[in-house]
């Protein structure tokens, strides 16, 4: 029904930029928000960034505050997260997560979806 799919993680240097896109496929009506999680080797997972899609509202955990920014192409159903200034203390599993509308058997539900079963690598080296 409705899909998140990853894009962009990589190694990078410390103090080096990665783009990380998700674009979501799939029987959707609308997308009310979308946000970026992450998850370090024994350590729980966290928000990252969130965006509300209508208005344009950010979110940012203390971490990603001034190094990361947050995107959205609504048309694409995309979202974008530019992390600049990259530490080790990044490395991680990044995952994307929506809040959204979507058709089921011709019904309009609401749900979310979060690519929990994918991720992408960032691993940031020192």
């Known amino acids: ?3 998140l799919v990853e ?19 799939g029987s959707i009506f609308s997308i009310a928000a979308m946000s970026w999680y992450r998850q370090a080797p024994g ?5 990252v960034a969130g965006m509300i899609s209508s208005s344009g ?9 001034g190094r990361f920014t947050i995107s959205r192409d609504n048309a694409k159903k995309t979202v974008y997260l ?4 990259l530490k080790p203390e990044d490395t991680a599993v990044y ?3 929506a809040d959204l ?11 979310n ?3 929990w079963g994918q991720g992408t690598q960032v691993t940031v080296s020192s």
């Open 7 to 25: 894009s962009g993680g990589g190694l990078v240097q410390a103090g080096g930029s990665l783009r990380l896109s998700c674009a979501a496929s």
């Open 57 to 65: 509202r950010t979110h940012y955990s203390d971490s990603a505050k």
């Open 82 to 85: 530019q992390m600049n200034s």
């Open 1 to 3: 029904q409705v899909q």
């Open 101 to 111: 509308y979507y058709y089921c058997s011709g019904y309009l539900l609401s749900g």
């Open 43 to 47: 350590k729980q997972r966290e928000l």
């Open 95 to 97: 995952y994307c997560a």
């Open 113 to 115: 979806f979060g690519s």
